[in-house]
């Protein structure tokens, strides 16, 4: 069974850095490629950064380029996402995602990742 779990959200101020993490079950880490969405409140849920199985092919959405930085730690099952320079707009529910099926282009597997987290919040107060 795949399963990703998320962990490191929380609230900080504008300007502010939080590290996300995520663990995937079992030896299938490397065969997979990870990443993250968000969702606020009201709105869709919207691709924000992925990296390939190999860890060579990485992918950000236009709004976090300079201030995201997605990495995976082959020896800890464990994909991070450092989030620097946060806006209160970012304000959201940060899910992990897996899937080994979909390229790296419009927003990577959309609303059809293989598997997902069960989310963490990430408040950025004003």
């Not at 993490?21 to 079992?26: D, I, Y």
């Not at 997605?70 to 529910?93: C, G, W």
């Not at 979909?102 to 997902?116: E, K, T």
Request: proline letters at 2%; a positive charge; aromatic letters at 12%.
């Amino acid at each position: 069974q795949v399963q990703p779990v998320d962990s490191g959200g929380g609230l900080v101020q504008a300007g502010g850095s939080l590290r996300l993490s995520c663990a995937l079950s079992g030896r299938t880490f490397s065969s997979y490629d990870m990443g993250w969405f968000r969702q606020a409140p009201g709105k869709e849920r919207e691709f924000v950064a992925a990296i390939s199985r190999s860890g060579g092919n990485i992918y950000y959405a236009d709004s976090v380029k300079g201030r995201f930085t997605i990495s995976r730690d082959i020896n800890k099952n464990t994909v991070f996402l450092q989030m620097n320079s946060l806006k209160p707009e970012e304000t959201a529910v940060y899910y992990c995602a897996a899937d080994r099926a979909s390229a790296f282009v419009n927003n990577w597997c959309g609303i059809y990742c293989g598997y997902w987290g069960q989310g963490g919040h990430v408040a950025v107060a004003s």
